[in-house]
């Protein structure tokens, strides 16, 4: 079992920044590939990053490239969403989630709880 903790979300202006934390523990954590989800109500959860579990890869959403940038610290069991130039769009509640490398929901196995992120004009 893998459990995941986010943190880090609030309330900022467009334009601004925030860095999303989520914290990792259990069985093997570390070697998972981690990423991180969004969603606002009634739409369906959107991939936003992925990294491997050794942070020598990641990728984006395009709606993420060039202004989200996802790392991890394995000895710290944490991984980071550091959010930059922040759009109204981007508001959402923000997953964390372990599995394998993709963009699909379905390929993983374990979330977080999710932590409010909201983007005002």
């Known amino acids: 079992q893998v459990q995941l903790v986010e943190s880090g979300g609030g309330s900022v202006q467009a334009g601004g920044s925030l860095r999303l934390s989520c914290a990792t523990s259990?069985?093997?954590?570390?070697?998972?590939?981690m990423a991180w989800f969004r969603q606002v109500p009634g739409k369906e959860r959107e991939f936003v990053g992925a990294?491997?579990?050794?942070?020598?890869?990641?990728y984006y959403a395009d709606s993420a490239k060039g202004r989200f940038t996802i790392s991890r610290d394995n000895a710290k069991n944490t991984m980071y969403l550091q959010m930059n130039s922040l759009k109204p769009e981007d508001t959402a509640v923000y997953y964390c989630a372990a599995g394998a490398y993709s963009s699909s929901v379905n390929m993983y196995s374990y979330w977080g709880q999710g932590t409010q992120v909201t983007v005002s004009s």
């Open positions: 990294i491997t579990w050794n942070g020598g890869s990641t």
């Open positions: 259990g069985r093997a954590a570390s070697s998972y590939t």
